[in-house]
């Protein structure tokens, strides 16, 4: 089975910053890797999948880029509505693995 | 709109079971794959469980294989997932969610708590 990790675990940055979330998988995945948004108390949000590809409605400061091993989701801009945490999920085949997750909030 | 509410979660002891439903309205059900993703306290989406449109296709996590068994009645545009032998560690806010591999929606999630 195909195992994802993930870098940091946790951050801290302001408004306006510039945030990257790493994703490593355990061997290549090509670009089956999906990007999901967790805010607290809420159900999870597709933000990006084939790793690069937005998702319809999600606001553009969100990218992702990668193929292979590697991947990242960066926030161009941090907004105080982008408080999360972010997972990030291969899904080529079962098992669908998700990411430990990278939890994001405002100094 | 896509709607998926899920119901027939509590609390059982471990040893147990219980049968989740999920009902959907707001698309082709019946040309869909559907999932159940769990989330623990504090942890993480964990896949669970996947079955194709027509049931070809059925998918379990290791940690429930053998234990649960997802079904589907296209007929009622409704997904179950029957769980036995509960854990414990299968404690957690269980979604039923449409996606092939990607989960593009999410039901608002029933919980299962599993104690003595």
């Known amino acids: 089975d195909i195992q994802m990790t993930q870098s940091p675990s946790s951050l801290s940055a302001s408004v306006g910053d510039r945030v990257t979330i790493t994703c490593r998988a355990s061997q290549g995945i090509t670009n089956f890797l999906a990007w999901y948004q967790v805010r607290p108390g809420k159900v999870p949000n597709l933000l990006i999948y084939a790793a690069s590809t937005l998702q319809s409605g999600v606001p553009s400061r969100f990218s992702g880029s990668g193929s292979g091993t590697d991947f990242t989701l960066t926030i161009s801009s941090l907004q105080p509505e982008d408080v999360a945490t972010y997972y990030c999920q291969y899904y080529n085949s079962a098992p669908f693995t998700f990411g430990p997750g990278t939890k994001v909030d405002i100094k | 709109e896509v709607q998926l509410v899920e119901s027939g979660g509590g609390l059982v002891k471990p040893g147990g079971s219980l049968r989740l439903s999920c009902a959907a309205s707001g698309f082709t059900f019946s040309s869909q794959t559907m999932n159940w993703v769990r989330q623990a306290p504090g942890r993480g989406p964990e896949w669970v469980s996947s079955?194709?449109?027509?049931?070809?296709?059925?998918y379990y996590a290791d940690s429930v294989k053998g234990r649960f068994t997802i079904s589907r009645d296209n007929g009622k545009n409704s997904v179950y997932l029957q769980m036995n032998s509960l854990r414990a560690e299968d404690t957690a806010l269980y979604y039923c969610a449409r996606g092939v591999g990607t989960v593009d929606d999410w039901g608002q999630g029933t919980l299962v708590t599993v104690s003595s």
């Open positions: 079955i194709s449109s027509r049931s070809s296709f059925i």
